[in-house]
């Protein structure tokens, strides 16, 4: 079993950086390949990035450029750093962790509760 806990969102000005952390605990095999989803309101769950063990990221083409996923091991926590944050990018964002299902391509089983970003115009 995984626990995922979110912190760091927030209400920011448009133009704005936020930095999500995630804080892993259990089993270090569920967390073999952590990232992090974004729920919009009426909108589906969307990928944003994930992490894999060995450091390498891969993100959805959509979001690369504003967003950077970084994880530090010493810490087993999860970092999510938002630049140039648009009033599109307003909503709930969760942490996701799972074992190599996740890293190929799979489902993650574990989440967070999530942390909600506001972004104001």
């Known amino acids: 079993q995984v626990q995922l806990v979110e912190s760091g969102g927030g209400s920011v000005q448009a133009g704005g950086s936020l930095r999500l952390s995630c804080a892993a605990s259990g089993s270090t095999d569920s967390t073999y390949c952590m990232g992090w989803f974004r729920q919009a309101p009426g909108k589906a769950r969307e990928e944003i990035a994930k992490?894999?063990?060995?450091?390498?990221?891969s993100y959805a083409d959509s979001m690369k450029g504003r967003f950077t996923i970084s994880k530090d091991n010493a810490k087993n926590t999860l970092y999510l750093q938002m630049n140039s944050l648009k009033p599109e990018d307003t909503a709930m964002y969760y942490c996701?962790?799972?074992?190599?299902?996740?890293?190929?391509?799979?489902?993650?089983?574990?989440w967070g509760q999530g942390t909600q970003v506001t972004v104001s115009s």
């Open positions: 992490i894999y063990s060995d450091g390498s990221t």
């Open positions: 996701a962790a799972d074992g190599t299902w996740y890293c190929g391509g799979g489902y993650p089983n574990y």
